[in-house]
């Protein structure tokens, strides 16, 4: 018992996990923490990267900076006329020394957060000397690299190196002073320090971490209070949906405010209408059906007693009656049948090809039994062929020429034209016509108009017409003509 109510409780936490997974507000947080996450997760990272990149740039730049201001000096020097009256050698060791001055002066008057080293022909250093130099930075080092790189060819002239020395990264560029002959100053070479990136990571992390961690939290609670927002509505408007099920009136009033949310809910409404509107039809329906079949029935067994109590002497109008109405009554029941098998897309068809006015002669034929004192006519342009269902067009034909010659005075027309694919059948009566208040409710099912008269004829033409690929509509004719009219629209194939 004890193992039976563990596993009992397992499962319903389980299922309590489940569902809040599966919930629309664990789903939005989930998502937008993810995002949130990733996001600052990666502006950490990309900071990290673009401040690596910014102390290489700036440390390239600088080098080439201050290796570029020599050479700009010494262009301007050698265009000094102090210097370029004679080519003799005095006048480039002269140059040579004024450029060293020059650049000496300038390190001193401006900040440089590199080293400056300066060799003579003999790649001995004649800058930096003394303390009084800008640079008193121990360069015995630096001396002795750049050195070997003169003497080895790896340092040339106005192009940049990077140097791993003593386990730092350097820029290093070098200016080479044009001449033939020794001079003081030949070699000006700009050696700046790559600061190393982790060093500041190392001091800024700490902080970087706090700032990914309040962001990531204060992020969290306000997307969760705006997934919130949205999940609470949808399951207030679920509760509602629940409460009022079974109800008569099971429209919801509340309001929302948000606009999907309102478009559920009117659409939620319209399908309510549409359910209870076809539940009211269904309802009615059966009843006036009921009805239908209640009266032949009532006449069949009451005709049936009479016979065989010998109450009714002439048994053989009492048969004929019994057969008028189970005749009735089974046209009754098959026309339901039909419309409910319509209506599941389950009446099989069987479309063939058909000659129009052959078929509509055969059906006048059929009808002008009913009533010999009204004259059915057939116009027609020119034989036409159409691909159809022959039996449940001519239900459809035969009812509407029923409803016309229960109501006509002396005649119907029937005339027959097409317009493009189609075939419309145009019938009309000489009767009194439709009702205005009528005339919406022509088609629907059992239908009681001012007559008393109700039943499924019409509501088979158009169930019928309509399961066929084709179209109806009906009405009264134009004054000064008086009656009904059908218009049916077919397609010639189906």
């Known amino acids: 018992m004890g193992l039976w109510l563990s596993n009992e409780r397992t499962k319903a936490r389980r299922d309590r996990i489940n569902m809040i997974g599966k919930s629309i507000q664990t789903r939005l947080f989930s998502a937008a923490f993810l995002v949130i996450f990733m996001i600052t997760f990666g502006v950490g990272i990309t900071f990290f990267l673009s401040s690596r990149w910014y102390v290489q740039y700036t440390a390239r730049k600088e080098t080439e900076h201050l290796i570029g201001m020599v050479q700009s000096e010494s262009d301007r020097l050698s265009t000094d006329p102090a210097y370029t009256s004679s080519d003799s050698k005095e006048n480039t060791r002269e140059s040579s020394k004024a450029l060293l001055r020059s650049v000496r002066l300038q390190l001193r008057d401006q900040p440089y957060n590199g080293i400056f080293l300066i060799f003579n022909s003999k790649q001995k250093l004649v800058f930096p000397k003394s303390s009084n130099d800008r640079n008193i930075y121990p360069v015995s080092a630096l001396e002795e690299q750049c050195r070997r790189m003169i003497q ?47 060093v500041f990571w190392n001091y800024t992390w700490k902080l970087y971490l706090a700032i990914l961690l309040a962001s990531v ?138 000659e129009v006015m052959e ?21 027609a ?57 009528e005339l919406p409710h022509i088609f629907e099912r059992f239908y009681k108009g001012d007559g008393g008269k109700n039943g499924i004829g019409l509501s088979i033409v158009w169930t019928g017409i309509h399961y066929l690929g084709g179209s109806i509509t009906a009405g009264n004719r134009a004054v000064p003509e008086h009656g009904a009219y059908y218009r049916l629209l077919l397609p010639l194939s189906f």
């Open 152 to 198: 080895s060819g790896e340092l040339i002239s106005g192009k940049t190196s990077r140097i791993l020395l003593s386990e730092d990264f350097w820029y290093i560029s070098m200016y080479v002073f044009p001449s033939s002959t020794p001079v003081r100053a030949k070699y000006f070479v700009s050696v700046v320090q790559i600061p190393d990136s982790s």
């Open 217 to 354: 939290f204060l992020s969290s609670f306000l997307v969760w209070g705006i997934a919130r927002t949205i999940s609470v509505p949808i399951q207030h408007l679920c509760l509602q949906i629940q409460r009022i099920n079974g109800e008569t009136d099971a429209q919801i009033q509340d309001s929302y405010s948000l606009n999907e949310l309102e478009a559920l809910k009117r659409s939620y409404n319209q399908m309510e209408e549409m359910i209870r509107r076809s539940e009211e039809e269904k309802r009615q329906f059966f009843q006036n059906a009921s009805h239908d079949l209640k009266t032949p029935l009532a006449s069949i067994t009451g005709y049936s007693q009479g016979i065989v109590s010998n109450v009714i002497k002439d048994h053989q109008k009492a048969a004929s009656i019994i057969l008028s109405e189970s005749l009735r009554m089974t046209d009754l029941v098959e026309s339901i049948l039909s419309l409910s098998k319509m209506d599941s897309h389950t009446f099989d068809l069987h479309p063939t090809d058909l």
């Open 359 to 379: 078929f509509l002669d055969e059906c006048v034929d059929i009808m002008s039994t009913i009533r010999r004192d009204c004259v059915i006519h057939l116009e």
């Open 381 to 437: 342009a020119r034989p036409l062929m159409i691909h159809t269902d022959p039996e449940l067009l001519k239900r459809v034909i035969q009812n509407i020429l029923s409803n016309c010659l229960r109501y006509a005075d002396h005649e119907i027309l029937i005339r027959m034209s097409t317009d493009g694919n189609s075939l419309i059948l145009l019938i009309q009566d000489d009767g009194p016509g439709f009702l205005e208040k």
